[in-house]
């Protein structure tokens, strides 16, 4: 099992709580990037926070958020994704892909505007593609 890669049995469509992520692929049950050896192992998002998600992600600012937010933006293999529909319900949309990032400039503040979201709240828009592969 590969620390990038790890073996999962989650079924697209799905729900899930974060005590069943954690048990499947390790890492924390509240952080929306969940790390476990150094490495992020999903995307835990909520639409209240990135409305575009899975496809748009906006990620936060701060002394702890941004650095995880620049690992995940420069993320090379792909990961799972969960979106948050109620409380400990995660829905799993499947692995996807970093497709480009955004820190600044018009384009970043284009995915912002309408979010709820300031723009000095968000430190990377990350953008997302799904993955034709199946599961490890």
């Not at 990032?101 to 828009?125: H, K, N, T």
Request: with cysteine; aromatic share 10%; proline share 6%.
């Amino acid at each position: 099992m590969s620390s990038l890669q790890p073996k999962t049995a989650f079924a697209v469509g799905c729900e899930y709580t974060r005590r069943e992520i954690q048990a499947q692929i390790g890492g924390s049950v509240v952080s929306c990037l969940p790390t476990h050896g150094g490495v992020i192992v999903a995307a835990c998002l909520s639409t209240k926070f990135s409305p575009g998600a899975p496809e748009v992600v906006l990620c936060g600012r701060g002394v702890r958020t941004t650095p995880i937010s620049a690992a995940f933006a420069r993320r090379k293999a792909s990961i799972p994704v969960f979106l948050k529909r109620a409380a400990n319900q995660w829905q799993y949309c499947g692995r996807f892909l970093v497709a480009q990032f955004f820190v600044s400039g018009a384009r970043f503040e284009s995915f912002i505007a309408g979010s709820g979201r300031a723009v000095a709240s968000v430190s990377y828009v990350v953008i997302l593609e799904p993955t034709a592969t199946v599961d490890p």
